[in-house]
């Protein structure tokens, strides 16, 4: 009786995975435990699924992020019962905001063991709430035939709703009744009667109105407008289409860093990308018209401006709800997948061409770029280096705080075909040494990831995946949290105890103990060759490069005054 119920729920769980599997899951992300061991097998035996395995939830919750973000298909993380499963909180909370397809599937005690002391045990029930697109809970596996049918049917389901229609989390509870394991660990015994039936999937692909195309096209037609494209996923937009787009408008298209846009071989006349230095100051010119793609734009220099009452309200193409626009001001939602409102817009928008508007936008990021070179801070020649030394269709993770902030700056753009990846959710430091280790998991191309000193303190276990996954990681250590020196914090007497709070690592001592190699960028270094150097040389990587942090405030200050000279 014993190993019939091993058996049960070990088949219970094959069903579920190959449920998943068949929804297109191809990868798994596992953390040892206990009461998830039918999980885990069922995932490490599975001839169709990839699985690695991360000890700590928080890591593999953000590893499976990564993983999703590169491959553009959903991710299965599977943890054990108790404090594990809210580990994943912050990685989820991420892939609710941005859209990234998980399904996290946590073990379970079964309901008899709740609420009554048991150890590691606490309602798992809904315990993310809101922040997922699904709970599915399943029962204690009964080894009747609609307990496979159930389970196999719900991963597919949960597979499906993590793509459909707004890509995102999904929760799974699976309880498990003891014993575990039948004698001899007989998974293979564990056979799956009644097991649900392959089910295909057909999703939509979400025209656009032919009313709200004809909007646009009334409004565009009227006068002169801009472009704005915020964060956008790989494959979300077609850059050379939507070049074409914005050269048949004569509009120029102002680039997040995250757009996919500033790097890749299309024509870079209409891409501009240096607006957060000089829309500190007097605009170019004001248009008659904004049309917004992607999410909300890394600049809050472009934020603020976009929200100007002189500012038309921006028509936005969003493809499910909620429709970024923090500033409460669009004056038309088109719910519809992009790259098909873009292609669709190059049919039917008339050609126009606006006397010098194009090349007003063009002079000032021109001016921007091409600015003296001995005011800019020391992080700009590293962006500009990271573009320039990395491979063809390689990846670059930008992490959150001050580095995603001087990418927008000082990452002008290339003419190779490069992936750009942040966490930009809820844009928080954590995790984001695991997303980029997923990101190189995820694919074979060379992956560069630049993080802060700060970040890098969060996410020290990341480490073991940046390891295992030979990324090149370059850590901007500038004492602690300073981009409060660039808010009004700054001037409270508890400023450094209160805020910028230096990690203090000894960073060569910490890629000694993860088996990374070390280098260090020196003041009288050029990043681009160390960079291009430690590309060259297989295993993984750890490179600091030290940034004086009041000089490098003073630096940035200059530059914006010099770009921007009505900036204060």
Known sequence: MADDQALAGLAQARSLISGLVQGGVKRAVISPGSRSTPLALACLRHERLETEVVIDERSAAFFALGLARKTRRPVVVIATSGSAPANWYPALIEAHEDRVPLIFVSADRPPELLDCGANQTTSQSALFGERVRGFLALGPASG???????????????????????????????????????????????????????????????????????????????????????????????????????????????????????????????????????????????????????????????????????????MVVAACAPWPDPALRASLVVHADPGRVIAMLCDIVSAVSHADWTDTWRHSDDETHCADTTILPREAALMQAASAAIAENGSLFLGNSMVIRDADSFLSGCDKALAIFGN?????????????????????????????????????????????????????????????????????????????????????????????????????????????????????????????????????????????????
């Not at 793509?163 to 056979?191: I, K, S």
């Not at 004809?214 to 494209?229: A, K, M, N, T």
């Open 144 to 314: 009747l035939a609609v307990d496979f049918a159930h389970a196999g049917s719900a991963g597919a389901r949960a597979a499906d709703l993590a793509q459909w229609p707004c890509p995102g989390p999904v929760h799974v509870n699976v309880p498990f009744r003891e014993p575990l394991l039948a004698g001899g660990a007989r998974v293979a015994d564990a056979e799956v009667p009644g097991a649900a039936e392959p089910v295909r999937v057909a999703r939509p692909v979400l025209e656009p109105d032919e009313w709200a195309l004809g909007q646009i096209d009334e409004v565009v037609s009227r006068g002169r407008g801009i472009i704005v494209c915020g964060p956008c996923h790989s494959g979300e937009i077609d850059p050379p289409a939507l070049v074409r787009l914005a050269e048949k408008c004569d509009a120029p298209i102002l680039a997040d860093p995250l757009s996919g846009l500033r790097c890749g071989p299309w024509p870079k006349r209409f891409v501009v990308s240096g607006y957060d230095a000089f829309l500190r100051g007097q605009a170019p010119a004001y248009p008659d018209w904004v049309l917004q793609f992607g999410g909300t734009p890394v600049s809050a220099t472009l934020q603020r401006w976009l929200a100007q009452p002189r500012m038309p309200r921006p």
């Open 424 to 568: 930009r959710g809820v844009s928080g430091v954590d995790g984001n040494v695991s997303t980029a280790a997923g990101i190189a998991a995820g694919g074979t191309d060379a992956t560069i990831a630049i993080v802060g000193d700060v970040a890098l303190f969060h996410d020290l276990n990341g480490l073991t995946l940046a390891a295992r996954h030979g990324l090149k990681l370059l850590v901007v250590n500038n004492g602690g949290g300073a981009i409060f020196g660039y808010l009004a914090q700054r001037q409270l007497p508890e400023f450094e105890q209160g805020w910028l709070t230096p990690p203090g690592l000894n960073l060569g001592a910490v890629a000694e103990a993860f088996g990374l190699d070390y280098q260090r960028i020196d003041s009288a270094d050029d990043p681009f060759a160390v960079l291009e150097s430690a590309l060259c040389r297989p295993g993984p990587m750890l490179i600091e490069m030290l940034v004086a942090r009041e000089a490098s405030a003073v630096a940035h200050q200059q530059w914006w005054r010099a770009i921007a000279p009505g900036d204060r």
